[in-house]
């Protein structure tokens, strides 16, 4: 075990301050590999767990570095009372990611403030303007999560937010500027001069997917990316599968809704982009179970949904 530490560490270029520090960092890590391998050696779950950079983390210093940025709050809005979607009749067996052809999570490269999630909001939000952009444009646009964390008044930066401040930016601003005429920094920084040229990707508005119901997800992302808050409190090792409970209500983490199906066992899921780094689940992305009995859905995933419009 201690061998498989050290190349765990230089895998992932971790150092301790103190052979103090270090002997209880392996402690962590030795008790999260053996529980992961006992997991996967017991062959009766429909998901697989794997050892990430994320393993000498005790469960609640994971959540509380990574998991809990997105934060409710009394912002108020002009988001629409109506859903566009509620009339939809057809609706495909499955929606794959490849359907929207958005990039793939090049956002977990470049994620700001405690390195991973500290503006999950910002990319969740981000993503699904993306993903409403190529749809209406058929042009495939790479925007500016840092545009948003240094410009949007409304949010709350690295101390967390929620997707609505960002919708109400982008509108209000004219538009959101590329990730190439406002590239991402190490930190967040000072506003600066939007550029005309960057401006090109807008949006008219934004809705709420009518709460707790499943049933209205699907309408919505059977046409668009949809912006989702979750409790992310299993999240930790996930490698693959589609993720099953028992999880929690607690919402304190934002991803995207990119698609949906069935696997090849009969599970049905629902697919997200999350916004940490690549090697974490299935290339940044995770599979959650769909349809269970709790009306809120797998994790809350259908307690507070919304997306922007064209």
């Known amino acids: 075990m201690l061998i498989k530490h050290m190349k765990w560490m230089a895998q992932y270029k971790r150092s301790y301050e103190s052979k103090e520090e270090r002997q209880k960092r392996f402690e962590i890590f030795k008790e999260n590999v053996e529980y992961i391998e006992s997991f996967n050696r017991d062959g009766k779950h429909t998901y697989t767990l794997g050892i990430n950079e994320f393993a000498d983390l005790i469960k609640e210093e994971f959540l509380s570095k990574y998991a809990r940025n997105y934060k409710p709050s009394s912002f108020q809005s002009s988001m ?31 994620n700001i403030c405690h390195i991973y999630s500290g503006s999950c909001w910002a990319f969740s ?46 509108m209000q601003n004219g538009g959101l500027a590329s990730d190439t005429d406002y590239p991402y920094q190490t930190s967040k920084g000072t506003c600066r001069v939007n550029v005309p040229s960057s401006l090109a990707v807008t949006i008219t508005g934004y809705e709420r997917v009518p709460p707790n119901s499943e049933t209205a997800m699907l309408l919505a992302v059977t046409n668009q990316p949809v912006s989702v808050a979750i409790d992310s409190s299993l999240f ?3 490698q693959g599968g589609v993720l099953t409970g028992p999880c929690g209500n607690i919402r304190t983490h934002a ?24 090697n974490w689940g299935e290339e940044g992305y995770v599979r959650l179970q769909r349809d269970i009995d709790a009306i809120e859905g797998m994790c809350g995933l259908a307690a507070d949904v919304t997306y922007p419009t064209a």
């Open 255 to 278: 991803v995207t809704a990119v698609g949906y199906g069935t696997s090849e066992d009969g599970a049905k899921f629902w697919l997200f982009k999350n916004s940490w780094v690549p």
């Open 125 to 170: 939000a981000v993503a699904a303007i993306e993903g409403i952009a190529k749809i209406r444009s058929s042009v495939l646009a790479s925007l500016s999560e840092q545009h948003i964390l240094d410009c949007n008044a409304a949010a709350e930066g690295c101390l967390g937010g929620r997707m609505e401040p960002v919708y109400e930016f982008v």
């Open 236 to 238: 930790q090792f996930y």
């Open 80 to 110: 629409s009372s109506s859903f566009k979607y509620e009339n939809v009749k057809h609706v495909p067996l499955e929606r794959a990611k490849c359907c929207y052809a958005h990039r793939e999570p090049r956002t977990m490269r470049k």
